[in-house]
């Protein structure tokens, strides 16, 4: 089985995308090439604390969460991405 190619430039058409993940509404903010993956954001109004360096929790922020598009020998889809749902 051959690998699957998903290009940056097809990722990226979904920034800005809302999706649903693990019954939360979230927003594509952000592709990373490492993986490749993509950073989602909560829309939800509630905000978690966002530590420093040191582990210190000085402002609260939108919740993010990097979901991976590929599996490990990239010849599938990560599990992770196939839960998200368009809305």
Do not use: A, N
């Amino acid at each position: 089985m051959d690998e699957i190619i998903i290009t940056l430039e097809q990722l990226r058409q979904m920034i800005g995308v809302q999706v649903r993940y693990r019954d939360c509404l979230w927003q594509v903010i952000e592709v990373l090439e490492d993986g490749p993956s993509l950073v989602l954001e909560c829309l939800r109004p509630t905000k978690v604390l966002q530590t420093d360096q040191y582990g210190e929790g000085y402002r609260r922020v939108p919740q993010r969460v990097s979901i991976p598009v590929l599996s490990r020998d990239k010849r599938e889809l990560h599990p992770e991405f196939l839960e998200l749902e368009l809305e």
